[in-house]
């Protein structure tokens, strides 16, 4: 991996429906790469997203059998309905909005069939929003976990739900940009939600709104 600057080179986790955070650095970034082989790491976006829902700011926490082992290898759990129950989140929090008519059938379709692994079922809803938004964009993925990698902005654990801040002056500038909201009146902005949000209200005009003029 070359030196880079402007975070021409980003090494990212993996992330179930990833916040407007991970998409910035992803649509700015050069070369995108993928972290395969890291050891699971609980609370994390690996696994969980946040949407705004007619109740307040909701997390959406996918259940998984190995929590111990590498992120390759995590499995899905499906002793609980939580396809039927986020489904039902997203839809209640979203159907109101003016794009979601246009995408839902594209997003029901991750609660309709069950996908074994958590990192393939991320990976093919990242692809999804890269063919909502026209994004074209190649995917480099690990062949080995490494602590530290030079050359490369690490962004494994700066994108996590437990830092509140943006991990920089720049993505806090575009972030923190405001986008009509269904229950923006009843709750007030929410930054930095999942892409989901800021697909169903903004629509193709997402690509604009992440972008750093």
């Not at 700015?28 to 050891?39: G, L, P, Q």
């Not at 958590?118 to 809803?125: F, R, S």
């Not at 830092?163 to 940009?177: K, T």
């Not at 229950?183 to 999942?194: I, Q, V």
Request: aromatic letters at 16%; glycine letters at 2%; charged letters at 30%.
């Amino acid at each position: 991996m070359e030196k880079s600057n402007s975070h021409e080179n980003i090494l990212l986790s993996t992330a179930y429906w990833p916040s407007l955070e991970y998409f910035y650095y992803l649509l700015k970034a050069k070369n995108v790469h993928i972290e395969k082989y890291e050891h699971y790491e609980k609370q994390s976006y690996r696994n969980r997203c946040r949407i705004l829902s007619a109740n307040g700011p909701l997390e959406l926490i996918i259940p998984v059998e190995k929590k111990c082992t590498s992120i390759s290898d995590v499995r899905i759990s499906y002793k609980e309905k939580w396809q039927q129950n986020h489904w039902r989140a997203i839809e209640s929090a979203y159907r109101n909005t003016a794009y979601f008519e246009f995408f839902e059938e594209e997003v029901r379709k991750f609660y309709m069939e069950p996908e074994e692994f958590l990192l393939d079922y991320n990976l093919k809803q990242l692809q999804t929003i890269f063919h909502i938004l026209r994004i074209k964009k190649e995917l480099h993925f690990t062949n080995e976990y490494k602590k530290e990698y030079s050359g490369i902005t690490d962004l494994r654990e700066r994108i996590h739900p437990k830092h509140s801040g943006f991990s920089s002056e720049n993505a806090e500038l575009i972030l923190n940009r405001r986008y009509y909201q269904v229950f923006e009146e009843k709750f007030g902005f929410h930054k930095n939600l999942s892409i989901l949000d800021l697909i169903f209200h903004q629509g193709l005009r997402t690509i604009e709104y992440l972008e750093d003029h």
